[in-house]
Every structure is written in structure tokens, then in C-alpha cells.
């Protein structure tokens, strides 16, 4: 397999594994082909080599810098702004880990310490508030994992995970 294709295998493949964790499959494509690139790319390079719209490419080269996977930078003498992502794989873990937890764990905890407040004595009640305390129970446990794996360092990580 010649390089060319192997990075068109990678950005197609980092894609589809985007999609598949609920990231918009442009924007992994987007971030794959910064993590693979050895010199910042310019948004006019990043929709010609993915053949994207310059607005699919602004949008989603803006959540990617929300998200902290990719940077802007600027080369001296030249006016356009040129993006570059994150190459420490634990570090995009930990990035992808937090902003997942802000943006998907926290709102159900929340959602479930409002619900959980439900009035009523009766047995469906009951059963109800139940349920929302043991899904609470296990959002709470995720949140505290994630909390965990975001402040460890990668080798510590992975000795605790092998014992």
C-alpha cells in the first residue's frame, strides 16, 4: 500500500470511528488529517484534500478547537490562519473523555437529581424514583472513572488497568 493510500485508509477509518462515538464523521475526518500532517494546514488545504464546503470545514475546524483537539496558528507574513491538532493519542483520550462528560454525562446528572425529586407516595412513584437514584448511582460512578482518567498520567493509567 503507497503512503497516499494509507493516509486515505487512516482519515476514512478515524471517521467512521468518530461517527461511531457521536462525533460528526467530518470532523474526525478533519482532525485525522491534521493528526497525520507534519506542517499546519490552512482551511482552503483541509477542503481541498477532503473535498468539503469552506463552511462544513470552518464549522467543524471550530468545534474541533472548542473540543481542545486542534489549535490555530499563524505563519509569519501570510494572512490566512493555519490549524494543527493535538499527536499525544492520551492526551486526545483525556480531551475527548472531558468534553464528553461535560457535554453528555453532566446534563443527565443533572436531568436525573431533578426527576429523582418526583412527588407522589404511591408505587409507581416509588419505582420511579428508584430507577432515576440507580441510573444516578452509575452517571455518578462514570463521572468519577472519567474524573480519574483525565488527571492520571498515561503509564499509571495503564498499570492500573493491567492489575
Known amino acids: 500500500m503507497e503512503l497516499e493510500e494509507a493516509k486515505q485508509r487512516f482519515i476514512q477509518g478515524w471517521g467512521q470511528l468518530g461517527a461511531s462515538w457521536g462525533i460528526n464523521r467530518t470532523m474526525a475526518q478533519i482532525q485525522a488529517l491534521l493528526l497525520i500532517s507534519t506542517k499546519p494546514l490552512s482551511t482552503d488545504e483541509i477542503m481541498e484534500k477532503l473535498m468539503i464546503s469552506r463552511g462544513n470545514a470552518n464549522m467543524n475546524i471550530r468545534d474541533l478547537i472548542a473540543w481542545g483537539l486542534v489549535y490555530k496558528s499563524f505563519i509569519p507574513g501570510d494572512r490566512k490562519e493555519y490549524y494543527y491538532s493535538e499527536k499525544s493519542m492520551w492526551e486526545l483520550a483525556k480531551k475527548v473523555s472531558r468534553e464528553r462528560k461535560k457535554r453528555e454525562l453532566e446534563p443527565l446528572v443533572r ?10 407516595n404511591d408505587d409507581e412513584t416509588k419505582a420511579f424514583r428508584a430507577l432515576a437514584e440507580d441510573v444516578r448511582k452509575m452517571a455518578g460512578r462514570a463521572e468519577s472513572m472519567l474524573d480519574m482518567v483525565t488527571r492520571l498520567e498515561e503509564n499509571v493509567f495503564f498499570k492500573w488497568l493491567t492489575k
Not at 436531568?111 to 407522589?120: N, P, Q, S, Y
Open 111 to 120: 436531568m436525573l437529581d431533578e426527576v429523582k425529586a418526583v412527588k407522589g
